[in-house]
């Protein structure tokens, strides 16, 4: 009696699970199983979201079409030119402003919160700023004119390929410094003070307790926020987006997810639109699955 | 006593002195843009680009908030357009929040068959970003019928495996006795669901509720994918329409920055620990 009684619970139990996750699930099949094979299929079509034909099966054809393409390869120079220029300075810098921010003693929290602050905006409410900043009579020209001590020099901050490209990077640098930044501050809190004061005792200075201590506990943190900022680089739209609409030349800023969307959205081609999605997919695959490897070891023992 | 001053001494007031100097200049680097924006806001827009700029504006003028809020049509359509974005951050970060937590209460506290893998296929769409499924997504949403609805703004985003996540790491230290004791005095799952589980997780929902609020209010992509009419825009597509019609006025364009911010600096100002919390951080990969 007892025991039939237990195996009902049991089985009333594993109905009342399938209750609380079939919602759901049903939303996960729905917007992101199904959209994601489908778009392998539909990357075998070459469906025209304008035509009424028919899409025509044309096998690997959107994908050799991408590879022999200039203006595809263009944009993935595109994309990794940004997230290199963007993931480099924005990892050193906001480790060296975490430690910076660690090893003084007051107004901790006043620098984590102001360097935070541009994350809190909209990234079209930072680029607009950044747009006017970088307008021929604006501040960015000023600062470099006060800095470097020349007079009326334009830089051309958005038309000339480098500096455009720059500017972007500027922007996207200001937005995220704060907010990883903040990461590596959580990442240096974790270090147990022992340590730290056992390395100050044996007579260390600041140079070598950052390099004997600090930095090697914080390879997993910064093992995990390149590769965060690396997926997030790759990703990058809304200032491209921003500053073409503005009226900057277009070819210096057409990073892959703007291809995408002017290919499927402008030119109507959803088959080579979604080839492209598929090969942005793939890569950030890899990366994100890196992520979950790393994250996963990110927690250091310490002893 | 001034033994002690010895060259190490001074090399470590040195070295104070050089870091507060540089976190100090940092900081002024990066409020700039800020300072920028609200000053800006309240400068007619021959004042804006003048050289050198001139900071402090004289008193505020009201005609860059006046035309930024009445639109580039001046139909008011601003109030709409803010309208839509609360619809659909609030409902966004209103149910991700229901799903979210049921589906991770479900996956912590209820041994069913096909419970890992249900896990694991949930996990595995964390691996798929928004970006590479947008246009599959944006057929998806045609052939349903959703564009220029609140449904095809707010549907694709409910379902949301880091905060599934959350919500499973944090639940799975619930204590089982208190479910239990909850069961012997006879409430029913629902209700142990909504009066005990929900009530408890105040932190990680709060996290969930801001994240998805946030990503939703910044969101350009999609609404520029499903958003037909003006009626629909959201601000972020307030923004770029305006900056499209009237490039020129900067003090409107300021303006309007500054009116769109307001949700997220009042909430920043008010749940700051929630911003920074590493929860809500290390998850901006999702977003």
């Not at chain 1, 993931?87 to 402003?97: D, E, M, Q």
């Not at chain 2, 402090?56 to 709409?80: A, Y």
């Not at chain 2, 979210?100 to 896990?119: D, E, H, I, N, W």
């Amino acid at each position: 009696m007892r025991r039939k009684r237990g195996f009902s619970m049991e089985r009333k139990k594993a109905l009342w699970g399938w209750i609380f996750v079939i919602p759901s699930l049903l939303f996960f099949s729905a917007f992101s199983f199904y959209p994601i094979i489908n778009a392998f299929y539909e990357s075998f079509f070459n469906r025209n979201l304008l035509s009424l034909r028919p899409p025509r099966f044309v096998g690997w054809s959107n994908y050799t079409y991408l590879f022999n393409s200039r203006d595809f390869w263009l944009s993935v120079q595109n994309t990794a030119i940004f997230t290199v220029g963007t993931f480099i300075p924005l990892v050193v810098f906001s480790l060296i402003l975490a430690v910076f921010i660690m090893s003084i003693s007051r107004f901790r929290r006043f620098f984590q919160l102001a360097f935070y602050a541009p994350a809190v905006l909209s990234s079209v409410v930072a680029a607009l700023i950044w747009l006017l900043i970088f307008d021929p009579r604006g501040l960015a020209n000023q600062g470099m004119n006060a800095l470097l001590g020349t007079t009326g020099v334009n830089y051309n901050w958005l038309s000339d390929t480098f500096m455009l490209r720059l500017s972007t990077i500027v922007v996207y640098f200001w937005k995220y410094i704060g907010y990883f930044t903040v990461l590596f501050v959580s990442g240096i809190g974790a270090i147990p003070h022992t340590l730290t004061e056992a390395a100050l005792i044996d007579g260390a200075n600041r140079w070598q307790l950052f390099w004997r201590i600090t930095f090697p506990l914080l390879k997993p943190t910064t093992l995990l926020v390149s590769v965060m900022t690396m997926i997030q680089c790759l990703k990058t739209f809304s200032t491209q987006y921003l500053f073409t609409s503005a009226g900057a030349p277009t070819r210096p800023l057409n990073v892959i997810t703007l291809s995408i969307y002017n290919t499927a959205i402008k030119d109507y081609r959803i088959g080579r639109a979604t080839a492209m999605s598929i090969l942005l997919f793939l890569v950030m695959f890899a990366f994100t699955w890196l992520q979950l490897r790393v994250s996963r070891t990110e927690e250091v023992t310490f002893m | 006593m001034h033994l002690n001053k010895t060259r190490s001494w001074y090399l470590e007031k040195a070295g104070t002195a050089f870091v507060w100097l540089f976190l100090i200049v940092a900081c002024a680097l990066v409020l700039i843009p800020l300072v920028f924006m609200f000053t800006a806001s309240a400068m007619p827009a021959r004042d804006i680009l003048r050289l050198p700029y001139p900071w402090i504006p004289k008193g505020i003028h009201w005609p860059n908030f006046i035309k930024g809020l009445m639109g580039p049509e001046d139909d008011w359509i601003f109030f709409r357009n803010a309208f839509n974005s609360l619809v659909v951050a609030g409902s966004v970060s209103l149910f991700t929040v229901l799903l979210s937590s049921m589906t991770g209460y479900g996956l912590a506290k209820f041994k069913f068959r096909g419970r890992t893998l249900v896990f694991m296929l949930i996990m595995a769409t964390m691996m798929i970003p928004f970006e590479a499924i947008m246009i599959p997504l944006y057929m998806v949403a045609m052939r349903m019928g959703l564009q220029d609805t609140y449904a095809g703004l707010i549907l694709p985003f409910l379902a949301n495996a880091f905060g599934v996540f959350l919500m499973r790491q944090f639940l799975i230290t619930f204590p089982d006795e208190i479910l239990d004791a909850a069961r012997i005095d006879g409430a029913g799952e629902i209700r142990i669901f909504t009066n005990i589980v929900l009530p408890s997780s105040g932190p990680s929902v709060a996290t969930l509720a801001i994240l998805a609020f946030r990503s939703q209010w910044d969101s350009l992509l999609w609404p520029l994918l499903v958003v037909q009419s003006d009626e629909m825009k959201t601000i972020p597509l307030y923004i770029t329409r305006y900056m499209a019609e009237t490039h020129s006025d900067e003090g409107i364009m300021m303006a309007v920055a500054v009116l769109a911010s307001i949700p997220m600096i009042t909430l920043f100002l008010t749940l700051s620990k929630y911003f920074v919390s590493k929860d809500g951080l290390t998850s901006a990969t999702k977003g």
